[in-house]
């Protein structure tokens, strides 16, 4: 009967949200309405305004200390449009190959080291090839590209322990990139030249190893001093480690044809 429906209490629906993200709500937010099939004067349902049931935004990635942005020093370049808005594209071209590589450098550093310098000495091989009207054959790439790597592994732990010994000197000083520029040819030089010898005739099957690094490593560690000594004065104080050995990579392209073309025993 319409008495017995006048008795019963409003229910109301539930909000969605939780009651501690929404402001307080007033009595003149809520409306009354009658369900269908009840007569006049039944019981009404009140139901919220759709302001209640708004989603409250959750907190930023900023905010949760959660760092979005890529680390890479060849950021995407922002792009202007026509309405004058500006937003982030990935870029082409060189750009692109530089922001991968340092996407690369940043995860292997040590195996993207490696892999370039045996790019770089396969290159070097061809251009001596070109240059010295040589016809060596796939043996010699090979070993050239092997003995990049390992010359690589060489340089590549040579820039950690250098900076662990002159940690306590400041690194912007003139003092110190002197110094290590020295440690460098007095130490590491004269070491590569006999390795690079020695690894040479090695892998060629050759046995008298010991005689061409005593009849060769005066004469490379000298032009290493020439080609490596002001590299190193730049490497020290502008570049910073981990790409230090992507500057060598390219110094190295065409001071690997001269060591090619000297231990071999031809002129260019």
């Excluded at 009658?34 to 905010?63: C, I, N």
Aim: net charge positive; with cysteine; charged share 15%.
């Amino acid at each position: 009967s319409s008495s017995s429906i006048d008795a019963q209490p409003r229910w109301h629906l539930p909000a969605l949200p939780h009651p501690g993200c929404l402001p307080p709500r007033t009595m003149s937010d809520d409306k009354d309405y009658e369900p269908v099939g009840v007569s006049a004067g039944g019981s009404k349902v009140s139901t919220h305004s759709a302001a209640d049931a708004q989603v409250v935004a959750g907190p930023s990635a900023t905010s949760l200390g959660v760092k979005v942005n890529s680390e890479s020093q060849f950021p995407a370049l922002p792009a202007q449009h026509s309405n004058g808005a500006r937003d982030m594209r990935a870029p082409s071209g060189p750009l692109a190959l530089l922001q991968a590589y340092d996407s690369a450098l940043k995860r292997r550093p040590l195996q993207t080291k490696l892999l370039t310098a045996a790019c770089v000495n396969a290159a070097s091989e061809l251009l001596s090839r070109r240059f010295t009207r040589s016809e060596a054959g796939l043996p010699s790439l090979v070993r050239q590209m092997v003995i990049g790597i390992g010359l690589t592994a060489v340089v590549h732990r040579w820039y950690e322990e250098i900076e662990k010994v002159f940690a306590s000197w400041s690194n912007d000083a003139t003092g110190t990139v002197v110094a290590k520029t020295a440690v460098q040819m007095l130490v590491l030089e004269p070491f590569l030249a006999s390795l690079y010898v020695s690894a040479k005739k090695l892998l060629s099957g050759e046995r008298d190893i010991l005689a061409g690094v005593r009849a060769n490593v005066a004469k490379l560690t000298f032009a290493a001093w020439s080609v490596w000594g002001p590299t190193a004065i730049v490497q020290y104080r502008f570049v910073p480690v981990d790409y230090r050995n992507l500057v060598n990579n390219v110094v190295n392209l065409f001071y690997t044809i001269y060591l090619i073309g000297t231990t071999s025993g031809k002129s260019s």
